[in-house]
């Protein structure tokens, strides 16, 4: 006689096996970590070398301005690679645009590595560096929304959070990557070589890391019901029209909850470190910080996926907010008096205390807002514009801030806190269907 205790749990309907699955999260951690390292190696050399190897001029703020705001405009291009690459992921399948997207960023991380800088052939080298920074900004804009759902749309529904933050823990690895190759290489070359080769090396070094991911990602298949709608065919026509039309609410939601998040990421990885370097004279502190939090991050991402699936994606979302609204204060007293050999702590409650809490979540909350034949597109939408509007334009805004304040950061901090207080707000409006089917988003959007 079989005893309820040895009947195995049924599966859950509508879910591919375990090992289709640990694919698709390996893939989803993989392509996303190679995909951020290229889009970090940028900022991170926008905020170091980028401003006298490309934008040279007599006014040091003058070339920094310059610098981030080439770094913006790979912001401004994420939305239109969000648009298309939303439209065909919900037309023809996940899996296709992210091995594409995977190709484009790979290419134009390249030929940054082999780009001749501004002393060779002048002006050209500053306009081919914002076109290839266009490029990956494309590819980042169609890569995120495909990357979170093929995790999220494989996942139990009640470990979704769990599943989504192999995605965002990618952001967290990518950038360790990133910062860790530019550790390496200063600590491996003199400032001269730094400045005339050195730099190029972690760029150059993606196209290996481009081959690995690719093999990954190939190996996966979209989810069963997205399949399963392709088959019956269910796809929407015009997924982003039908978005604009019929699901604003939770577009306008995720733009604005995506705005704090990413501005406070962005300040701390990239302003950060040009801030320490201007008023400090400090190169590596920042660096360094960065590094040791992006590592946390592996541990600390998840963790907050896993306990948004335990209490719901809002209680975290929202102390997120409250927290980055308060962070951003001490950040800049402590970076303007605090001794930098404890950065690391700061760094480390700025981003994987207060960020990875809205962070964690992140790719759950937002896919469980949209119907799946339209959910590619409202994601890569909502979360694409929030970046542009968000962390796109934060180094280049904070710059200006710290010069309109007389040198000093109060501006900077008064920003943060009033978009970090939208964001609580449209918290506040958000529906929350954790641990509910995803066909309940259809239902459950405000």
Same mark, same amino acid.
């Not at 698709?24 to 970590?33: I, K, M, Q």
């Not at 005339?196 to 990954?216: K, T, Y």
């Not at 964690?360 to 509007?389: D, H, K």
């Given at each position: 006689m079989t005893t309820s205790l040895q009947t195995p749990a049924p599966a859950e309907p509508g879910l591919a096996p375990l090992r289709e699955r640990r694919r698709v999260l390996a893939s989803a951690f993989a392509g996303t970590t190679i995909e951020w390292y290229d889009f970090y190696l940028y900022g991170t050399a926008a905020a170091l070398v980028f401003d006298t190897q490309f934008f040279p001029s007599e006014s040091e703020l003058a070339s920094t301005v310059a610098s981030f705001a080439a770094l913006a405009t790979g912001f401004l291009m994420r939305p239109l690679g969000g648009i298309v690459g939303g439209h065909l992921g919900d037309r023809i399948g996940r899996k296709a645009l992210l091995v594409a997207s995977l190709m484009i960023m790979g290419i134009a991380s390249l030929l940054i590595g082999l780009l001749p800088n501004h002393g060779t052939i002048g002006v050209w080298a500053a306009i081919a560096l914002v076109t290839l920074r266009m490029v990956q900004g494309f590819a980042t804009g169609a890569e995120w929304g495909g990357s979170a759902l093929l995790s999220v749309e494989h996942a139990p529904a009640r470990r979704r959070g769990l599943y989504g933050s192999f995605t965002q823990v990618g952001s967290a690895a990518g950038m360790l990557l990133a910062t860790g190759a530019f550790v390496l290489v200063g600590a491996l070359t003199t400032d001269e070589e730094f400045a005339a080769f050195g730099w190029?090396?972690?760029?150059?070094?993606?196209?290996?890391?481009?081959?690995?991911?690719?093999?990954? +990602?190939?190996?996966?298949?979209?989810?069963?019901?997205?399949?399963?709608?392709?088959?019956?065919?269910?796809?929407?026509?015009?997924?982003?029209?039908?978005?604009?039309?019929?699901?604003?609410?939770?577009?306008?939601?995720?733009? =604005?909850?995506?705005?704090?998040?990413?501005?406070?990421?962005?300040?701390?990885?990239?302003?950060?470190?040009?801030?320490?370097?201007?008023? +400090?004279?400090?190169?590596?502190?920042?660096?360094?910080?960065?590094?040791?939090?992006?590592?946390?991050?592996?541990v600390t991402t998840p963790l907050w996926g896993l306990i948004s699936d335990r209490v719901g994606r809002r209680a975290p979302t929202a102390f997120g907010f409250v927290a980055i609204a308060g962070f951003v204060w001490v950040l800049f007293a402590y970076l303007d008096a605090g001794p930098l050999t404890l950065l690391p702590l700061v760094v480390i409650l700025g981003m994987n205390i207060a960020h990875d809490a809205v962070y964690g979540p992140q790719a759950a909350w937002f896919a469980e807002q949209f119907p799946?034949?339209?959910?590619?597109?409202?994601?890569?939408?909502?979360?694409?514009?929030?970046?542009?509007?968000?962390?796109?334009?934060?180094?280049?805004? $904070?710059?200006?801030?710290? =010069?309109?304040?007389?040198?000093?950061?109060?501006?900077?901090?008064?920003?943060?806190?009033?978009?970090?207080?939208?964001?609580?707000?449209?918290?506040?409006?958000?529906?929350?269907?954790?641990?509910?089917?995803?066909? $309940?988003?259809?239902?459950?959007?405000?």
């Amino acid at each position: 006689m079989t005893t309820s205790l040895q009947t195995p749990a049924p599966a859950e309907p509508g879910l591919a096996p375990l090992r289709e699955r640990r694919r698709v999260l390996a893939s989803a951690f993989a392509g996303t970590t190679i995909e951020w390292y290229d889009f970090y190696l940028y900022g991170t050399a926008a905020a170091l070398v980028f401003d006298t190897q490309f934008f040279p001029s007599e006014s040091e703020l003058a070339s920094t301005v310059a610098s981030f705001a080439a770094l913006a405009t790979g912001f401004l291009m994420r939305p239109l690679g969000g648009i298309v690459g939303g439209h065909l992921g919900d037309r023809i399948g996940r899996k296709a645009l992210l091995v594409a997207s995977l190709m484009i960023m790979g290419i134009a991380s390249l030929l940054i590595g082999l780009l001749p800088n501004h002393g060779t052939i002048g002006v050209w080298a500053a306009i081919a560096l914002v076109t290839l920074r266009m490029v990956q900004g494309f590819a980042t804009g169609a890569e995120w929304g495909g990357s979170a759902l093929l995790s999220v749309e494989h996942a139990p529904a009640r470990r979704r959070g769990l599943y989504g933050s192999f995605t965002q823990v990618g952001s967290a690895a990518g950038m360790l990557l990133a910062t860790g190759a530019f550790v390496l290489v200063g600590a491996l070359t003199t400032d001269e070589e730094f400045a005339a080769f050195g730099w190029r090396i972690p760029f150059l070094l993606s196209a290996v890391l481009v081959v690995l991911a690719l093999w990954i +990602r190939l190996g996966v298949q979209d989810a069963p019901e997205f399949s399963a709608m392709r088959r019956e065919g269910r796809t929407a026509r015009s997924p982003v029209r039908e978005v604009i039309a019929h699901h604003r609410g939770p577009l306008l939601i995720i733009i =604005a909850q995506r705005i704090a998040q990413n501005s406070v990421y962005f300040l701390i990885a990239v302003y950060l470190l040009s801030y320490l370097s201007s008023t +400090r004279g400090d190169d590596a502190a920042g660096t360094t910080a960065v590094m040791v939090a992006s590592a946390v991050g592996l541990v600390t991402t998840p963790l907050w996926g896993l306990i948004s699936d335990r209490v719901g994606r809002r209680a975290p979302t929202a102390f997120g907010f409250v927290a980055i609204a308060g962070f951003v204060w001490v950040l800049f007293a402590y970076l303007d008096a605090g001794p930098l050999t404890l950065l690391p702590l700061v760094v480390i409650l700025g981003m994987n205390i207060a960020h990875d809490a809205v962070y964690g979540p992140q790719a759950a909350w937002f896919a469980e807002q949209f119907p799946i034949e339209v959910r590619y597109s409202g994601v890569n939408m909502g979360y694409q514009l929030g970046s542009v509007i968000g962390g796109g334009i934060m180094p280049l805004v $904070a710059a200006l801030l710290f =010069a309109a304040g007389g040198d000093t950061p109060w501006l900077i901090c008064a920003y943060v806190t009033t978009i970090a207080a939208i964001s609580f707000g449209a918290t506040m409006l958000a529906r929350d269907s954790h641990g509910r089917s995803l066909r $309940a988003a259809r239902d459950d959007r405000p």
